[in-house]
């Protein structure tokens, strides 16, 4: 079982930037991919970005140019930073790990809202 938990949303400035974090601990896993999606309020949860085992990243096309996901993976951590933030981005991002044996996990979410 792996466990996620996100840090570093909160509000910020429309122009500005945040940093997120999400650790995963546990045992019984081996990381595949870690991913941020994004839920906003009445809206479907999107993709934010990816990252596999490999490095490869991918990003949704409403952050492409704005965000960088990147990982450290002594720590298991994985961290999305977003910049020119833009009053679109305020939504509750969720960390998710893929693992090797196809089961996924979720953290309980970090809100981020952005201000004029």
């Known amino acids: 079982q792996a466990q996620l938990v996100e840090s570093g949303g909160g509000l910020g400035q429309a122009g500005g930037s945040l940093r997120l974090s999400c650790a995963a601990s546990?045992?019984?896993?081996?990381?595949?991919?870690m991913a941020w999606y994004r839920q906003a309020s009445g809206k479907q949860r999107e993709l934010v970005a990816t990252?596999?085992?490999?490095?490869?990243?991918d990003y949704g096309a409403s952050v492409e140019g704005r965000a960088t996901i990147s990982r450290d993976m002594g720590k298991n951590t994985v961290y999305l930073q977003m910049n020119n933030l833009k009053l679109e981005d305020s939504a509750l991002y969720y960390c998710?790990?893929?693992?090797?044996?196809?089961?996924?996990?979720w953290g309980k979410g970090t809100l981020v809202t952005v201000s004029p």
């Open positions: 998710n790990l893929g693992s090797y044996n196809g089961r996924e996990y």
């Open positions: 546990g045992s019984g896993f081996s990381i595949a991919h």
């Open positions: 990252i596999t085992s490999s490095g490869r990243k």
